[in-house]
Every structure is written in C-alpha cells, then in structure tokens.
C-alpha cells in the first residue's frame, strides 16, 4: 500500500459505469411529458446534481412553474423510469473495474459516493458487485438520500473519509461531472476527473484524463502528489 495515498472514492454514475445516457432519456421523456423540449445546454447541466436540482434546470429551461408537490412527483418518474432501464443492463466505463481491482489488492479503504438515491443505486450497486464476488467491492457506499447535503457540497466525501477514518489530504476521488469535481476539491481531497458530459476547467488538486484506461496505483499516487504543496526552498 502506497504510504502517501490512504484511501480512493469513486463516484458512480458516469465515472464507473456508463448510466448517463439513462437519466437523459428520462430527463428528456419528462420534458415531452410536460409540453416541451429540454435542450441539449440544460441536459449537460444536470449532470451530476441532486433530483431537485435538475428539476429546477428542466423547469427554467422548458419556462414552466412546478409546484412543490409537482416537483417530488415529477422527480419520481423521472428515477422509476431512470430504474427501469437500468434495468435493461449496466456497462463499464473503460478502466473503471480494472482499477477497482487494483485499489481492493493494494488493500486500500475505499467508498463509493454518489448522488443517486438508494432504491435506484441498488440497481447498479448489485451489478458492481457481481463482478466482486470474493467480497465487497467497497467497504462502503453512500447515496444521495443518506447526506445531509449533496455534490458540489463536500459533505458526502466528508461524510465517507470520517467513516473511513482517513484525512482529506491522503485520499483521491475519482469523478466525472463538475459537481462532484467540485465536491470532492472542497473537501480537501485530490480528484482524478474524467468528464464525458460537461466541460471542466483545470484547477489545483484536479488531474483531468479522458478515461481510466491505464490508471493503477501509480497513477493515483501522482495525482495525490499534484495536491501535496511544493517544498520549501532553502
């Protein structure tokens, strides 16, 4: 186990398996459902944030006014539906189970934190884990209805690194989406991005690559490094 890096988080949707595609469909259904047409712009903008979030972006982007019990309704259908292709099957991003591999051997703390509610996550958390069936594939996971605040809050991450009983400054979070990013910077952490959807600008503690193809503990280990400040001269 590498001394510097004592634990990895992993975001789940888009980051570890390719599920984006399925809250846009649902996402993009809502808006022929009421009336209108949810641009490409407002899509890419939900990605990453919380149910209630990404209603308020439908909502301005479509110009209409919800009430609030229309809201909670509105972002049922959108998860049930969400769960139902889910269930149609999972796939992994490129890189994501071999790296997940590779942090369980080296016996590294890890946890998987992700805005997603828990009757929806367990749908892709089972399929996780099938492919781990020598023991869980993280020593815990955390979901969107579990915080007391969610992504680009850094609670969730800081909620996961003091289950872990680790320091923000010694772990690595691995994201795809400009909340999380965020999220996991402002907890102190340094983050491996791997955006798909959204632009992302660079920023002290964040190493950006296209996948995780190729991305082991050496990697890991450089990108807590970029976060470690610089030696003082003389």
Same mark, same amino acid.
């Given at each position: ?18 599920? %984006? ?14 009336g ?31 009430? %609030? ?7 049922r ?28 051997e080296?016996?590294?703390?890890t946890a ?6 828990r ?9 996780? %884990?099938?492919?781990?069936?020598d023991?869980?594939?993280f ?10 605040a969610?992504?680009p809050?850094?609670?969730p ?9 680790v %320091? ?25 991005g ?22 082991g ?11 470690e ?6």
């Amino acid at each position: 186990m590498p001394d510097s890096l004592h634990a990895v988080l992993f975001d789940m949707d888009g980051t570890l398996v390719e599920t %984006e595609q399925y809250w846009g469909e649902a996402l993009f259904a809502l808006a022929r459902r009421l009336g209108g047409r949810l641009s490409p712009a407002a899509r890419r903008a939900t990605v990453g944030s919380s149910m209630r979030t990404s209603m308020g972006i439908v909502y301005d982007d479509l110009g209409v006014t919800r009430s %609030e019990e229309q809201l909670v309704a509105d972002a049922r259908w959108v998860e049930d539906t969400t769960a139902g292709l889910l269930a149609q099957g999972i796939t992994w991003r490129p890189g994501a189970y071999e790296l997940i591999a590779a942090v369980r051997e080296a016996g590294l703390p890890t946890a998987l934190v992700t805005t997603t509610p828990r009757h929806v996550a367990t749908l892709v958390l089972d399929h996780i %884990e099938a492919a781990f069936p020598d023991g869980p594939a993280f020593d815990m996971t955390l979901c969107g209805d579990e915080v007391s605040a969610r992504k680009p809050d850094p609670a969730p991450y800081l909620q996961a690194m003091a289950w872990l009983d680790v %320091e923000p400054s010694r772990c690595v979070v691995i994201e795809d989406s400009l909340a999380g990013i965020t999220a996991g910077l402002a907890a102190g952490a340094a983050v491996l991005g791997v955006p798909t959807v959204q632009q992302v600008p660079p920023a002290p503690g964040l190493t950006l690559r296209d996948t995780l193809e190729g991305v082991g503990l050496p990697e890991l280990v450089e990108v807590l490094a970029a976060l470690e400040p610089l030696p003082q001269l003389g």
